[in-house]
């Protein structure tokens, strides 16, 4: 009875290293290259929910572009929802602590309009709350002055 549970634990692990293998040599990089230029200042906001909750995007060409870097990275695209859905999954609560950030949100104003927040979390929770999608990855540290 010992051996044949050795066994089978032998199988298990054997398998599971192979498994490893082929996930570490998945190359995900350029599987997807049709990223466009697309306009920050086309608004059709498209919704979202990240692990991290809901994301508006400005329009559905930045929303193409983030699931083509997302291919390329080897993660799940990102699916479509609605405002209403996507709303259910906007943050509620935020720390005020963490990694200062800024985000640059392109219908703020006439111009787009630098915005700083004391962490991700709080520029998220605005962004969905407001209907305001910011473009781009946001930068640590404090935003540089509006002109």
Known sequence: MDIYKFSLLCALLGGAILQLTVAQAKNCSNTCIST?????????????????????????????NENCSRANQC????????????????????QRAGVKVCGWFPYSDSAGRYMSYPNRCLMDQFACQHAQAYVGEPTQGSCPINT
């Open 75 to 94: 993660l799940p695209p990102l699916v479509a929802t609605t405002r209403m859905k996507c709303h259910q999954f906007c943050r509620r609560r935020c």
């Open 36 to 64: 466009v230029r697309c306009s920050p200042y086309f608004k059709e906001l498209v919704w979202t929910v990240e692990p991290s909750g809901c994301r508006v995007y400005q329009n559905a060409c930045i929303f193409r």
